[in-house]
Nanobody, 115 residues
Framework: QVQLVESGGGLVQPGGSLRLSCAAS????????MSWYRQAPGKERELVAY????????NYDDSVKGRFTISRDNAKNTMYLQMNSLKPEDTAVYYC????????WGQGTRVTVSS
């Protein structure tokens, strides 16, 4: 069955960096576009970044452009989100996603940006 397992979240000070990972299994990872979403307390889940199957095309929400980088390693069935210059408003649970909002989700990893 499809499994998506996120890791790498934690507590970081403003201006700091974190790297999230999403380990995928149970499907042909290299054939599926993948996304990172996040959900802050009291807010709706929002799309943060998307990466095409080969990694040759990416899209970002305006709020993270220039600070976050999405990437993937199809040989390792893993997707990443490098987050730099973190801000308190980046605090959220970050979710790995395959096949869009009606697709599959990981359990989420919590990112807290606070001094």
């Amino acid at each position: 069955q499809v499994q998506l397992v996120e890791s790498g979240g934690g507590l970081v000070q403003p201006g700091g960096s974190l790297r999230l990972s999403c380990a995928a299994s149970g499907f042909m990872f290299s054939s599926v576009g993948m996304s990172w979403y996040r959900q802050a307390p009291g807010k709706e889940r929002e799309l943060v970044a998307y990466i095409h199957t080969t990694g040759g095309s990416t899209n970002y929400d305006d709020s993270v452009k220039g600070r976050f980088t999405i990437s993937r390693d199809n040989a390792k069935n893993t997707m990443y989100l490098q987050m730099n210059s973190l801000k308190p408003e980046d605090t959220a649970v970050y979710y790995c996603n395959a096949w869009g909002r009606t697709g599959y989700w990981g359990q989420g990893t919590r990112v807290t940006v606070s001094s």
